[in-house]
């Protein structure tokens, strides 16, 4: 802060300094607003659902392997099998047993909509321990 200590005149002369403390203030709340506001504009990014880095999981014996062809059928094991008759066969490969993990892999060309459609299947079946299975990423 100064003080004028010059008692010569009685016309105060014009300051023509800027006061920044309002300016400095404005800024800081539009920076506050994108702070907020960036995070809520950002773009989905594209995945590649096949492969994974994920722990490699112990496998059962006889893992029962239900495969979403490119053409879209079914198969288990390595018969093929209608959809309508998936409920059945998989009781029988199971012996009734809904605990059982059906291991679902899929070709890459399959829409995300018909895998869904088939683990839908397994699930309206009662099986609701579904793995999915993907190739093995090396880092």
Do not use: C, W
């Not at 496998?59 to 099998?81: F, M």
């Not at 309206?124 to 321990?129: D, E, I, N, S, W």
């Amino acid at each position: 802060m100064s003080v004028r200590l010059d008692h010569g005149k009685e016309e105060l002369e014009e300051v023509h300094e800027i006061n920044v403390t309002p300016f400095i203030d404005v800024i800081l709340v539009l920076l506050i607003i994108f702070m907020i506001a960036a995070p809520l504009a950002t773009v989905d990014i594209s995945v590649d659902l096949p492969s994974s880095t994920a722990e490699r999981q112990p496998r059962p014996e006889k893992p029962i392997y239900l495969t979403v062809k490119p053409d879209l059928s079914l198969s288990l094991g390595e018969g093929p099998v209608a959809r309508d008759r998936l409920s059945a066969l998989l009781d029988q490969v199971t012996n009734g047993d809904k605990q059982t993990r059906i291991f679902l892999r899929a070709d890459k060309v399959v829409p995300y909509g018909e895998l869904m459609e088939v683990m839908n299947l397994l699930r309206a079946a009662g099986f609701l321990k579904v793995a999915l299975v993907g190739l093995e990423k090396n880092s």
